[in-house]
């Protein structure tokens, strides 16, 4: 079985940055892509950010330019740094792996809240 756990969130003001983290535990061979997603109240959850396990990246159109995704494959951890933040940034955030252990898993972590707000 593997964990993934988020941290990071928080009350920000707008303008303000935060960087999101998440990492995997548990007995894993190798982690394949891993991605963020975020749900605000009454709304879907959407994908945010992804990163293939060659550190390819893609955003969400209404992201771009103001958050980056990264990993660290020696730590298990992918990250997301959040700057220029707005009030409809405002969300439970989320990361999923695709992680080889004992079997294939598609994991998600328990989401972390970020608020934007003065």
């Known amino acids: 079985q593997v964990q993934l756990v988020e941290s990071g969130g928080g009350l920000v003001q707008p303008g303000g940055s935060l960087r999101l983290s998440c990492a995997a535990s548990g007995i894993i061979f190798s982690i394949n892509d891993m991605g963020w997603y975020r749900q605000a109240p009454g709304k879907e959850r959407e994908s945010v950010a992804h990163?293939?396990?060659?550190?390819?990246?893609n955003y969400a159109d209404s992201v771009k330019g103001r958050f980056t995704i990264s990993r660290n494959n020696a730590k298990n951890t992918v990250y997301l740094q959040m700057n220029s933040l707005k009030p409809e940034d405002t969300a439970v955030y989320y990361c999923?792996?695709?992680?080889?252990?004992?079997?294939?898993?598609?994991?998600w972590g328990q989401g972390t809240q970020v608020t934007v707000s003065s």
């Open positions: 999923r792996g695709w992680i080889a252990g004992v079997y294939e898993y598609d994991s």
């Open positions: 990163i293939t396990s060659g550190g390819s990246t």
